[in-house]
T-cell receptor
Framework: GENVEQHPSTLSVQEGDSAVIKCTYS??????FPWYKQELGKGPQLIID?????GEKKDQRIAVTLNKTAKHFSLHITETQPEDSAVYFC??????????????FGKGTHLIIQP | EAQVTQNPRYLITVTGKKLTVTCSQN?????MSWYRQDPGLGLRQIYY???????DKGDVPEGYKVSRKEKRNFPLILESPSPNQTSLYFC???????????????FGSGTRLTVV
């Protein structure tokens, strides 16, 4: 099955700086890669996703890049703000509709924005 | 408002006392799933359901049961809870399997379970 590794487990950056979180996956059949943000006391919320036919996707201060050859994808947050402090999860799925075909999540990155 | 509702939010119980955590979604989603979240382990899938009366095991199904009698509800049942099931539980739903990942999962707010 799929295995997703996420680094770092904790990331502290100064407000206004950029933050990068990296994930690798094992199953070359995976073709859908979402990122979730979990604020304290809440469930994870989808913030951005990318499919394997796209190399990069942006949404305001957030971008995700995908390298299918190397089987890794990254989340980039620019001009970080205090409200970006949260736990971020990457995930991967083949989306084939068969078997235990759910999302496999990374272990999460606790992003801390220092004022 | 489109949402996944879990109840209760917090639960403390004793070993061996059967309990049910309810999950309901109002988005007419076909796919539903349960995850547990533990420090350092991230989110691990317990069970999932592709549609009514169709359920299957995820990565960590031992000690849990589920049912899907109606499209909107997907309860998680612990027949004989043990302390190692102390965790934060999330229910999630998504569109039909073929379109499952358009918009990704919608998660509930979580249920923090403590088994003593």
């Amino acid at each position: 099955g799929e295995n997703v590794e996420q680094h770092p487990s904790t990331l502290s950056v100064q407000e206004g700086d950029s933050a990068v979180i990296k994930c690798t996956y094992s199953d070359s059949a995976s073709n859908y890669f979402p990122w979730y943000k979990q604020e304290l006391g809440k469930g994870p919320q989808l913030i951005i996703d990318i499919r394997s036919n796209v190399g990069e996707k942006k949404d305001q201060r957030i971008a995700v890049t995908l390298n299918k050859t190397a089987k890794h994808f990254s989340l980039h947050i620019t001009e970080t703000q205090p409200e970006d402090s949260a736990v971020y999860f990457c995930a991967a799925s083949s989306g084939s509709g068969g078997g235990a075909d759910g999302l496999t999540f990374g272990k999460g990155t606790h992003l801390i924005i220092q004022p | 408002e489109a949402q996944v509702t879990q109840n209760p939010r917090y639960l403390i119980t004793v070993t061996g006392k059967k309990l049910t955590v309810t999950c309901s979604q109002n988005m007419n989603h076909e796919y539903m799933s349960w995850y547990r979240q533990d420090p350092g382990l991230g989110l691990r899938q317990i069970y999932y359901s592709m549609n009514v009366e169709v359920t299957d095991k995820g990565d960590v199904p031992e000690g849990y049961k589920v049912s899907r009698k109606e499209k909107r509800n997907f309860p998680l049942i612990l027949e004989s809870p043990s302390p190692n099931q102390t965790s934060l539980y999330f229910c999630a739903s998504s569109l039909s399997p073929g379109l499952r990942f358009r918009g990704g999962y919608t998660f509930g707010s979580g249920t923090r379970l403590t088994v003593v």
